[in-house]
């Protein structure tokens, strides 16, 4: 379903998918889990999972991974993990917090610095593919965009803002 005017959405990480459920628990999307994060033994690598804004962020064994909930439903690596077995545990404007296990039995939190701006313009571009709301798509990249640094955006980034008919968008943030 494109329906965007649902007021809340549940993540949930599962063995084999990520699930998006609206405030009733009818599935709005899902995305499977790509062999290369699977365990040898066909476990799943997901160890938590976190929003942030309009974009899912899953924290797997080394690595994090943003969802997109675009038309494809792909996991996007965002950044590797110094300790096996973390979690997510907040968002910062440019740093994730994680919970790190220690040798001694404790849990450390630790800041993990990343740029929010990709996976952010994602998620928006995601959450208002096929609506007629493309002012308040545009808006909102805008807001996006002034809170961040936009040196942070990669190749891809623009290269899908102007696939998705954004260039304008794109050109402002060469």
């Known amino acids: 379903s494109n329906n965007n005017n649902n007021k809340w959405l549940i993540g949930i990480v599962t063995t084999t998918r990520i699930l998006i459920l609206n405030e009733k628990l009818i599935l709005q999307k899902k995305a499977n889990v790509p062999n290369e994060t699977l365990f040898a033994n066909g476990e799943f690598w997901a160890t938590s999972c976190i ?54 039995g404790n849990t450390t939190i630790v800041c ?31 807001t996006i965009v002034k809170r961040f640094d936009s040196c942070r955006g990669s190749s891809s980034l623009l290269n899908i803002l102007e696939q998705s008919g954004y260039s304008q968008l794109a050109y402002k943030l060469c």
């Not at 690596?77 to 790190?100: F, M, Q, Y």
């Not at 996976?119 to 808006?139: C, K, Q, V």
Request: net charge negative; proline share 7%; with cysteine.
């Open 51 to 104: 929003w942030c804004g309009p974009t899912l962020f899953v924290g797997g064994q080394t690595m994090i991974y943003y969802l997109s909930l675009g038309p494809q439903r792909i996991i996007q690596p965002l950044c590797s993990l110094l300790t096996k077995n973390s979690s997510i545990v907040g968002v910062l404007n440019d740093r994730l917090l994680i919970a790190t296990p220690c040798h001694d």
């Open 112 to 142: 993990r610095p990343i740029g929010l701006l990709e996976p952010l313009i994602m998620g928006m571009i995601d959450f208002y593919a096929g609506s007629n709301a493309e002012h308040l798509l545009i808006t909102h990249i805008g």
